[in-house]
């Protein structure tokens, strides 16, 4: 039995042996087919590599002619390139050199100038406290008030049509009055600023302490300084030395809405700030003027009304003096007439011959004489 199981195998195993050999033939037949495939195509790439070779050494020659070319003119351009940039970099450092020292100046300028406006800051510090100092008390203030509106009045008006702490018969005495010929325009300086301040502190709270310190400057200004009977206008004004202010006067209000400069005008006062002042003072001026131009006329009437009279008068003068002269004409005329009759009376006597007997004797009468 186990020589049949042996045959078998035995028969397997050389037909796998002949099936290797004839694939390894198979194989060896390929390859060289391969091989020899690649022969020639390793030699007909050889020999195209050596026609291309030769194409591209021309190629390359030619291109490295041109090549040569242009880098000769790039060289050249180059070179001017350079030159070009060597001018321009040595404008460009003149430049530069000069900017930087504008720079320099501009920047030693500018540190004066920091350093002025830096003295200017401390001498405004310096300023505003002198000024809170000054705006430190009541008195004070009244007395800078008082010297605004001097100033104001003598920019504005002649000297002789105002007064500086103006004094009523009652004693009272006003910072200042305008002259309108025989009236009077008292204005006084008030400077509530302590109540300003508490109102721009305390907002619309401290407005009725404002309120009521206006109403009572307006009512003693009212009191005291509008006096018919003294000579003054039926209004006054009451110079406020600051705008704010004067601006807050004007938008306050009381309990019931009525305008705190609305109140002082029904006492006859009228609140101004140096802004307003100067403009009534403007109008009161050309009233002056007017006023002026009017006194000017009515003394021009009366000149001529007398130069009418020394006319007239002269004219009399002059008709009895033509009348002398008319007398005289005719005086003139008959003894010039009577002297022609003696001289030729006279020539005949020269002669000789009796003159004829005149008609008329030869006399000057009276009115010859008048």
Known sequence: MSLWVT??????????AVWAIAAQVRHQRRAELLESQLTALRQEMQSLLASQAQGFASQIGKLSQ?????????????????????QLTSKAQETWSAEVKSSREVLGK?????G???QAGRELSSASQALQTVLGGAKTRGGLGEITLERLLADSLPAANFEIQHRFPTGEIVDAVVRFQDKLLPIDSKFPLDDYRKLAAGGEEARRGFLQTVRGHAESISKKYILPGEGTLDIALMFIASEGVYYELLMTQDAKGIALDEYCRTKGVIPVSPNTLYAHLRVILMGLHGMQIEENAKKLRESLAGLKKQF??????YERLGTHLRNAQQSYFDADQKLDRARATLEQTAEGALPEASSKPLEISAKQHS
């Open 7 to 16: 045959i078998p195998s035995i028969v397997a195993v050389v037909i796998l």
């Open 66 to 86: 041109t090549v040569l070319q242009q880098l000769g003119q790039m060289n050249q351009t180059d070179q001017k390139g350079v030159e070009n940039s060597v």
């Open 110 to 114: 500018i540190q004066q100038q920091l």
């Open 116 to 118: 002025e406006v830096q």
């Open 312 to 317: 007239d008068g002269f004219g009399e003068v």
